[in-house]
């Protein structure tokens, strides 16, 4: 019996073994077939995470953010460890113990299976688990992937350290609310850094990997709360917090910034503005979109925050007033239900859900507001972001008065008595509070809304590039597309000074004698006549006024003189265009650009004619810190000098090309003050020197001023999306001056301004700027013009010489005698408040395109 007994247990035992036998190769075999086609793990000790690419201001300060996964990387030695603790408690107590899954654990989840027949299913991964399927394999629930996931995770402890694994998990898990990585969650749920996290704010962000939709901590209050006391226990239970913060943390409420316990991390920036987008534009195709939004670049913007401010609100300014001039009100186009005005908490999240490109927020002292009822001819708003009060908020019946409905039909109504006329019940609006100059005080509120008219405004530093201030339209949340650098526009008269820059190349000089003169020009489209802005001939005239008064039968005389090659060279080199088309009609400026290039040319002037490219980008530097781009270039020899003498500047060194003479240059920005003093640009009133010129194109559909200093130039354009005429009085000195006027001030105020630099070589000259007669250097009077001459430009060659490009000018023309008025016109009054005369515009059809004033 007994041998009996001893014989079937050895034949178990036997067939145990041998069943194990076969089970190990089995899944030996298994795992030998699923080891042989792994992705390579050695790819995890390269592993870069997509991480925010950040953008700083001059000042240091942080004011945006581009990323497609919102990451920020953070080492393993900067987590502190109460965050590490947190996500080992929760998600895999035994990790520095287990050689990369927990057998264990494993175990425990069959068990727990098999005991709910299939209903619970619990997960075993460990944390190196989840690197692997994060990281090199898929999130697809099969047998093939858990095998693989289990191989690889085992390899991968023998390469990376525990320390390195974890920094790669808590960098790279997903945490809900488009956060990647716990530095990132934290931000966005509680707006701290990590080293400021309690242990329940770290034991919530540790509950989200398993479900991070499902714990929202406003939708799913309880249950995130109840997860994150989980947590909380398991790390009191591993002994990573002691008892009273452990009751004390769970008795606490889950604050968020979702709940609004705390300021969303966004309400830290400004609004995102043309500046930073045209970065994220320029920087995705020098670096690649994928670099941009995923490499963690430090990017260290030229902005200045002040200037763009100042700019910004210029370009607004102008822009409104020329609109609310027009008198027509067109609203925001934006309806709340009426069954929805009931109550505050019903309209104001309706007003809240109004989108931006309605009703911007981003045009500082405009509020949304939205008409709640009407009474005595005023209309009852509630207005977002501003309490109610006892009497409510109104827009009265005299602030309606200045305008029209524009109806469904495109028809005006007659004007506006009461609020009524212009509103309905419901209708979004924008309203800005209407305050007395002499204290601030408030008076009432007003109708506000955004122009259809647009424009662009940018300043740049004349020696470096650096664009101080850009604002491509009215409004960035209502319209994203930028004009300083997207929109190519007619130049118009704003071209002139390259044409007469390569005259005085070619050896005109500043009094040469140019024919004003009736022209006509055979082209395929028909007879070409063009004509000067004040339908006026003023005979033989000095260079120097052609462009002060911005004449357009001397720039088409000249152009025909020096050769449209010749002018098409200059633009490209200048970088006005790629591809200048040789037509007479494009001296006058009729060929389209950009505000980007055209005000980079004209710092070219301002620097003595050396080579300037515009950048809105100081440095960038990728995600360890070092510099990857760098703008300036130049060479300080004696920055680092300590015994540099007080009061002396360091000595800086510049390898840029000199596109012109530098006494071209110099004469260059003399005619243009010339336009400042007594042409087109009058208006200008710094209290620094200043150059510049007015540009209008044909019926006033493209308005410019571009103008500088000793150190910063800038540029207003203003004119319809869809080009059609802004009407009889719009010019460049008319709506764009006081644009300028208004930044420069500010800029002045900031970055100062001296004389323009007199380059060595020439030779001052004293002329009759009537008639262009040289006189002697002792002459005096209104009528004396000092013109700085290089070499070979004192009334020699071309400069002694009656140029008239090959028109002739008929004996009996009627022409304006020396020191009659230059032009006539009648009396307007400026956005700025001064009074001007303008001249008459040319009739319609005698310029095919291109320049008038």
Known sequence: MIRFILGSIGGVFSWLVTGVFFAALTVGAIFWIYSRDLPSYDQLAQYRPKTISRIYNGNGRLIDEFAEQRRLFVPSQDIPDLVKGAFISAEDKNFYYHPGFDPRGIAAAVITAVKTGGRDVRGASTITQQVTKNLLLSSDRKIERKIKELILSSRIEHVLSKDRILELYLNEIYLGQNSYGVAAAAQTYFNKPLSELTAGEAAYLAALPKAPAALHPVRDLKKATDRRNYVLRRMFEDGRIDKATFEKEQASPLKTVQNGDYAPFRDRLPPRDYFTDEIRRQLSKSFGREEFFGGGLTIRATVNPDLQARAAKALQNALETYDRGLGIWRGTGAKIPTDQLKDEASWRAALDAVPTSKAPRDVDGWYPAVVLGFEGGSARIGIEGIEEDADGHWIPPEDVTWARKLGDNGKLGSRARKAEDLLDLGDVVEVRAMTKDSDGSFIRWTLRQVPKVEGAFMAMDVNTGRVLAMQGGFSYQSSVFNRATQAERQPGSNFKPFVYAAALDSGFSPETIVIDAPIEVNT????????????????????????????????????????????????????????????????????????????SAYAMFANGGERVEPTLVDRVQDRYGRTIYRHDQRQCDSCTDPNLPAGEAPKITSHREQMIDPITAYQMISLMQGVIKRGSGTGVDLPVPVAGKTGTTNDAKDVWFTGFTSNIVASCYMGYDNPRSLGRHAYGGTLCVPVFNEFMKEAVKEFGGTNFKVPPGGTWVKFNRFTGARLSDDATGDFVQAEYLRPGQDMSGLGALVVDGGFAMGSDLPLFEQGQADDSGQAVTTSSGKKRVIPNKANFGTLSAGGLY
């Open 524 to 599: 395929p489209q028909g007879l070409w006549r063009p004509k000067n802005a004040s339908n006026r001939y003023y005979g033989p005239t000095p260079m120097r006024t052609g462009l002060e008064h911005s004449r357009n039968l001397m720039t088409v005389r000249i152009a025909q003189e020096v050769g449209m090659d010749t002018i098409a060279g200059y633009a490209e080199k200048f970088g006005v265009y790629d591809h200048m088309r040789k037509f007479l009609a494009n001296a006058l400026g009729a060929q389209e650009t950009t505000m980007f290039r055209l005000i």
